[in-house]
Nanobody, 123 residues
Framework: QVQLVESGGGLVQAGGSLRLSCVASARPLSTYVMGWFRQAPGKEREFVAAGNWGDSTSYADSVKGRFTISTINAKNTVYLQMNSLKPDDTAVYYC?????????????????WGKGTLVTVSS
């Protein structure tokens, strides 16, 4: 069983930055593909970013060039650096882990979910 705990959410003005962190309980976490999803009020949860602890990453079109996913294997931690934030980025952000990039990016075959952290971007 893998437990994922997110942190780093908060209130930020449009144009600002936040860095989300996700710490995982299991080792070796490097066997999983890690991802971030978000769910805005009244909307379905959507894919944001994924990374495989190497050079392979994937991003939703809405965040490309603004968000960066990174991992530190020694800390069992995944980060989501969010720059140039917009009010439309307001959502609860969830950390996720799955076996393959395709399974994580599709959102349908995620093995583990965190409980989420709220990001609010004011205009």
């Amino acid at each position: 069983q893998v437990q994922l705990v997110e942190s780093g959410g908060g209130l930020v003005q449009a144009g600002g930055s936040l860095r989300l962190s996700c710490v995982a309980s299991a080792r070796p976490l490097s066997t999983y593909v890690m991802g971030w999803f978000r769910q805005a009020p009244g909307k379905e949860r959507e894919f944001v970013a994924a990374g495989n602890w190497g050079d392979s990453t994937s991003y939703a079109d809405s965040v490309k060039g603004r968000f960066t996913i990174s991992t530190i294997n020694a800390k069992n931690t995944v980060y989501l650096q969010m720059n140039s934030l917009k009010p439309d980025d307001t959502a609860v952000y969830y950390c996720a882990a799955g076996e393959t990039m395709q399974r994580v990016t599709s959102g349908s075959r995620v093995a583990y979910w965190g409980k989420g952290t709220l990001v609010t971007v004011s205009s």
